[in-house]
């Protein structure tokens, strides 16, 4: 027993703890979305383009400044990829490919120029046990925002996924709404900096909702399973981390690969069942 509660035992781990907890809230929330929308690489996106505001914001203001450099270029990305997805002539995965490599390159550059960069790794890689009060808090705040948005948009999300030109017929702002959902996928990679890193948020986006599009059939019961799996994979990761003095946002990105291993042996009988009847 004093295996899983040790290392919830001093106050910065019990940060690190709830750190782990809006993670897994969040990013399966939205990670749902990304895996019905088929659009995981921009997720990977998303986060290597982080990079460039966390070492901006660290560049001018330090530590304290990252979180707000890392949202700024989660919203400098979605303004971006909307004005050149203006022209025709380039594909919606090149402007994408384009502007993410240019803010990872523009990161790791002033990154290299900075003698005390290695503050940034935290960043880049995560790590919970150093998340302070005002982590929890901004965190607090901005997986409260990312959910409550969801929901609120939860009819006119599905219907724009599902059918966008239904939904554009029956007065649903697809546009407006796949705007707003490119935000949300910046404010969930910027919750995961301290936890998984921004190189490996995708993990938690993606994987848990991944997971649990193997196990069930409709929007919500995904949200759900993706959501338990997030905070299990989220809180086993750090205590496995924990004991090993392993790199927690690795342990993290493995206990959620590990469950969508289970998820795809459990859902394996019904498929093969399923094509099975296909094939007759």
Do not use: E
């Amino acid at each position: 027993m004093n295996w899983l509660t040790d290392p919830f035992s001093s106050p910065f781990t019990q940060r690190a703890a709830i750190t782990c907890v809006m993670i897994g809230v969040l990013a399966p929330t939205v990670g749902t979305w990304i895996v019905l929308r088929r659009l995981a690489y921009l997720g990977d996106a998303m986060s290597h383009a982080t990079v460039g505001g966390v070492a901006i914001g660290y560049a001018i203001g330090g530590v304290s400044s990252v979180m707000l450099g890392a949202i700024g270029a989660g919203i400098v990305m979605v303004v971006l990829l909307a004005l050149f997805s203006m022209n025709r002539k380039l594909g919606h995965d090149s402007v994408i490919g384009v502007l993410s490599s240019t803010m990872f390159a523009v990161g790791i550059f002033i990154i290299s120029r900075i003698d005390s960069g290695r503050a940034l790794t935290h960043f880049l890689f995560g790590q919970l046990l150093t998340v302070q009060r005002g982590d929890v808090i901004l965190n607090a705040v901005l997986t409260v925002i990312g959910v409550s948005v969801i929901v609120v948009l939860f009819h006119d999300l599905r219907m724009a996924t599902f059918d966008p030109n239904h939904a554009a017929q029956v007065g649903v702002r697809v546009q407006v709404v796949h705007t707003v959902f490119l935000i949300l996928l910046a404010i969930a990679v910027v919750v995961a900096l301290r936890t998984v890193g921004s190189l490996m948020a995708v993990s938690m986006l993606v994987t848990p909702a991944a997971a649990a599009r193997l196990v069930t059939r409709d929007v919500a019961r995904m949200t759900s399973v993706a959501i338990a799996i997030g905070i299990a994979s989220a809180l086993v990761g750090f205590v496995v981390a924990y004991h090993l003095n392993a790199a927690p946002g690795a342990s993290i990105a493995l206990a959620a690969a590990a469950a969508f291993v289970v998820a795809y042996g459990v859902s394996l009988p019904r498929r093969m069942r399923h094509h099975g009847r296909a094939a007759a």
